[in-house]
């Protein structure tokens, strides 16, 4: 079945596909510095907790790897402490790229304890730099696989819970929020992997994914992933929700994280808590599924999670083709921005993330299992599955 894919590297060539041309241009951008990585964070041409965190971990391996290739050694591989000085400043500038996602933030402090344990065991500079490389490409690399895992967990465990329900576990309708697929990981996906697994063991019925304002991250990238690996599919607004959970039999809500608190408080893409909610209302099962890279045990509750606010011109604009479809001399879609609010607007709140409550999550899946909260709990434990 095909995916399509975030990122992609050759010969130590790093590219990642424009997700803000997405549906309708494809355009694979090369990344050759970190400041170029942390734009194209910044910017959102990459997105996804996953994803952002192999980009950040895949550049910052190549910048070093370029130092050990250069003719003239750089000043900062002269010695173990010009080495950690530069990248420690370099790991901090990354890490502020978006502050929200957790996973990024794990990368980073994986790589300084690599740097901390290769110094103290007193290695040449040229074995400290070579063990930051191998972390760096492994942080990427390993990805792929636990996405797999964290879906069979995840749908083997809806399965079940809707057969314990006097269900068939076949023909699963489940709505997502956002995009959680290829595009936003290095490969499969979490929530949107669950029901990609759902669909090759032929146990689900439909996916429902929201539009996502305002980026639309759901009716640009989910509904391409879907489209392109024929997954039976319907897109709504975000504001059906509540209609949909009313007339139509939806067996989950399955969504992924940026970060998930130790109590289980979870902060995801802006209308996940409104789904929760009205979930909640019509009982139906709420699933996050995220690895345990995004589980936070330094922060205790939602509270103490940092929400990203992004500029508030981003809320008034949609870019999108031109239609009727008008092409370049090149052949390619035309592409325009245009603002749907009056020009102007004073007050304007955009937030990019919210914070769904653990007592309203049934569910947290990790490539290390399901942990579901005890009868009458509001909060989870989760040192099972990290």
Known sequence: ?????????????????????????????????????????????????????????????????????????????????????????????????????????????????????????????????????????????????????????????LAELDRGSGGSGQELNVLTVCNTGSLATSGYGTALGLITYLHEKQKLGKAYYTQTAPYHQGSRLTALELKTMQISSVMICDTMVGSLFQ????????????????????????????????????????????????????????SSIPIEHRKPLEACLVRGAVHPFEFDVEGKVRQETVMITPSGLEGIYNPSFDVTPADLITAIVTEKGVATRQEGETSFDLSGVV
């Open 1 to 157: 079945m095909r995916m399509l894919t975030s990122i992609r590297t050759s010969n130590g060539k790093i590219e990642i596909i424009d997700q803000l041309l997405l549906p309708h241009t494809t355009k694979y951008v090369e990344i050759t510095s970190i400041e170029q990585a942390y734009d194209a964070i910044k910017d959102m041409k990459i997105r996804g907790a996953p994803a952002i965190a192999s980009l950040a971990s895949l550049a910052f391996a190549a910048y070093i790897q370029t130092g050990l290739d250069s003719a003239q050694p750089p000043a900062f591989l002269q010695s173990p402490e010009s080495l950690c000085a530069d990248v420690i400043h370099k790991l901090d500038y990354l890490s502020g790229a978006r502050p929200t996602a957790v996973n990024l933030g794990a990368a980073i402090r994986r790589l300084k304890a690599v740097l901390q344990s290769s110094t103290d065991a007193g290695k040449s500079v040229g074995l400290i730099a070579a063990d930051l490389i191998s972390e760096g490409k492994l942080i990427a690399d390993e990805d792929f696989d636990r996405n797999q895992r964290m879906a069979e967990h995840g749908g083997e465990w």
């Open 247 to 302: 007339h139509h039999k939806i067996h989950a809500v399955a969504v992924g994280a940026d970060r998930i608190a130790r109590n289980g408080d979870t902060a995801n893409k802006i209308g996940t808590y409104n789904a929760a909610v009205l979930a909640a209302r019509h009982k139906i099962p709420f699933i996050v599924v995220a690895p345990i890279s995004t589980v936070d045990l330094d922060t205790p509750d939602g």
